[in-house]
């Protein structure tokens, strides 16, 4: 399967670039998706330069890379530090995470991702994880789904959503997409269609994939496993991610303000390396999929 085909990488050489790569250096891609940015990265290491990758997605093995310096791990990123230290990897000199769904995955229309198709409510990253977006949707609790509707897709009639899916599901299980669109129908407004079940479709994969949880338990890890000097190049695709990134660069927690000493001074472990990166218009006609990305960069202190 050809990279181009599985995901085009979004901000390919900014993200590479940000890493500032040393040829001998050990690097590792947290969403190795279609292969695209660690092939750039193998591209600018040295003989003895390592590359690791991670994805959860069994998809992705397809596109593994024939490289001694590589290592493909199957895996989720939340468990980073865990399985660099089975490659006996303690430190790092860079690393790139593009968050979000892959092209492929928004493609293949029996993973549920996309309001485009029809098929199964799945969303899974994970086809080996056990709630899918079948078990958020006939399960959950109205209160529960209020909460990610709102939490997760930033959507004000979350409370008339959540009664109406709990309502429509006691006579029938919804199954799939069209189901839950013809659920929803009456609470879509005109010309906003797309809009909102994007929104809605959004809250519901962050639950099944717990997207914010892992963001946070990696982004806190990063700063254990770089060296000094090394460097996160991270891409977010909406604004709950990039405000965790941007936020940890700045304070080193996701809430509140750092302490302060007798002097005044914050100890962070991040200083940001130039301003936020966003697409050129270029990019995005030939990839649409860039068109809400936001690339965060910072070294280690």
């Known amino acids: 399967m050809e990279q181009t085909e599985y995901h085009n990488p979004v901000l390919l050489k900014e993200t590479v670039d940000g890493l500032d790569i040393k040829p001998e250096g050990i690097y590792v891609d947290v969403t190795f998706g279609g292969g695209g940015h660690s092939k750039e990265i193998l591209k600018r290491l040295g003989e ?37 230290r089975f490659y006996g990897v303690r430190k790092v000199d860079g690393i790139l995470g593009d968050f979000g769904v892959s092209s492929h995955q928004f ?11 029809e098929g199964d409510l799945d969303m899974r990253m994970n086809q080996k994880k056990e709630v899918s977006a079948y078990h958020v949707i006939n399960e959950y609790e109205e209160v529960d789904l209020r909460r990610v509707f709102l939490q997760y897709g930033e959507l004000r009639n979350a409370p008339k959503l959540a009664r109406v ?30 809009k909102i079940l994007a929104q809605i479709y959004q809250a519901i994969r962050i639950e099944v994939n717990e997207e914010i949880e892992v963001l946070k338990e990696f982004l806190e890890q990063t ?21 965790l990134v941007k936020r ?13 000493d007798l002097y ?36 280690r202190i």
């Not at 024939?66 to 895996?75: A, G, P, V």
């Not at 006691?170 to 839950?180: D, F, N, P, Q, V």
């Not at 496993?225 to 695709?237: F, Q």
């Open 48 to 84: 003895n330069g390592k590359l690791f990758a991670f994805d959860q997605d069994p998809d992705a093995l397809e596109n593994d890379i024939k490289d001694e310096r590589f290592t493909l791990i199957n895996e989720n990123f939340r468990f980073i530090k865990r399985f660099l």
């Open 264 to 299: 005044g001074n914050v100890s962070v472990p991040f200083k940001k390396v130039g301003g936020l990166i966003i697409p050129s218009e270029e990019e995005i006609k030939e990839n649409n999929r860039a068109r809400s990305a936001k690339l965060r960069i910072a070294e």
């Open 223 to 243: 700063a254990e496993l770089l060296d000094e000097g090394g460097r996160i190049s991270l891409i977010s695709y909406h604004s709950l991610e990039d405000r």
């Open 165 to 194: 899916i709990v309502g429509a599901r006691s006579s029938e299980k919804i199954k799939t997409s069209s189901m839950l669109k013809e659920v929803l129908k009456p609470l879509l407004p005109r010309h906003k269609e797309n």
């Open 248 to 260: 940890f660069i700045r304070n080193g927690m996701f809430e509140g303000e750092p302490e302060k």
């Open 107 to 117: 493609d293949v229309a029996e993973r549920g991702f996309s309001t485009r198709f």
